[in-house]
């Protein structure tokens, strides 16, 4: 048996940039031929000058960009550059901003992911699914975090950016946008209300009451929105009447995500919007699953779903298979 390397003809070198770094990969694997894998001195070329000099030094996320819900449907996904950007998380706070045509010749036939790891007691990096990630939290397990992307040539990484990921500045509620709707409280007795300081106010409404609304955020903890029904006071866990602009503003549709297919109601009717914040006067009925067709984030980072020609819809991370 001779031993084979897999070889970079044209290697990227270890780079240090910003206490981030780039690395290129020689893999290796027994076989009985020699076999090479040639990267072509453009592709090399660009991809180590757009993770040198596209990237941010460090990512300090402040808003839903990193969330279950968030990360869900593209963590350690492979995506074209064209697609990749249009990620939150990517665009926000991984990339500068570049022009996406300086590099979409020479890039076309690479693919992009990005991933979380944490550095362990020894050292040595530990990567991690999207699971066991979340099961620990930002704040939980071994720190630092660091985000890593890949680029993806032949179904072979050529290179990887390790990225710092500094979380002291996450915000639990994204910063308001403007809506112009009738909130409805829950049906689950009185819904304390949340005031300007994110935390519990002294009042409440009666169950399933209506309330005008003229901003929206996000809980970045809870993964659910908050309207805003007086001057300083939000109500959570509520919904949009039919007609009312919800506030959410889609944008950044991604096709072809490989392991985001269907998504499920169970048990709850799920509300439906236009890409432009309208809700629809019709709900999908609990328990059903519908073919996702394309992929959308509001102003938030939250990912929305197509599941008709204009109806899109949100939901937490266990309802999209």
Do not use: C
Request: overall charge neutral.
């Amino acid at each position: 048996m001779k031993k084979s390397t897999i070889v970079l003809l044209t290697a990227i070198s270890i780079t240090t940039v910003a206490s981030s770094s780039i690395t290129g990969t020689a893999l290796a694997d027994t076989t009985e031929n020699t076999v090479q894998t040639a990267v072509p001195a453009n592709v090399s070329s660009s991809v180590t000058d757009l993770l040198n000099n596209q990237t941010q030094a460090k990512v300090s996320v402040q808003d839903s960009s990193v969330s279950k819900t968030s990360t869900r449907p593209t963590y350690g996904q492979s995506f074209s550059l064209s697609d990749f950007i249009k990620i939150p998380i990517v665009s926000k706070y991984i990339f500068k901003n570049f022009t996406v045509l300086d590099y979409a010749k020479n890039l076309r036939d690479v693919q992009f992911k990005y991933y979380f790891s944490r550095w362990t007691d020894s050292g040595m990096p530990a990567m991690q699914t999207w699971t066991s990630f979340w099961q620990t939290g930002l704040g939980g397990g071994p720190s630092p975090i660091n985000i890593y992307v890949d680029a993806i040539y032949n179904g072979q990484t050529i290179a990887t950016k390790v990225i710092p990921y500094d979380y002291s500045s996450y915000k639990g509620y994204s910063d308001p946008s403007p809506a112009n709707g009738v909130a409805t409280s829950s049906n689950d007795g009185v819904t304390p209300l949340i005031d300007s300081e994110n935390a519990q106010s002294n009042r409440g409404v009666a169950a399933n009451t209506d309330w005008r609304t003229d901003k929206v955020k996000y809980d970045n903890t809870f993964s659910e929105y908050l309207y805003r029904v007086s001057t300083s006071e939000w109500l959570k866990n509520a919904t949009i009447k039919t007609n009312g602009d919800s506030g959410i503003r889609l944008s950044n549709r991604i096709a072809g995500v490989p392991d985001i297919n269907t998504f499920s109601t169970y048990g709850q009717e799920t509300h439906v919007i236009s890409d432009d914040g309208t809700v629809y006067d019709f709900t999908l009925p609990k328990n059903t699953s519908w073919l996702i067709t394309l992929m959308a984030f509001d102003q938030f980072g939250v990912p929305y779903y197509q599941v008709s020609t204009n109806g899109w819809v949100t939901g937490l991370p266990y309802q999209v298979n």
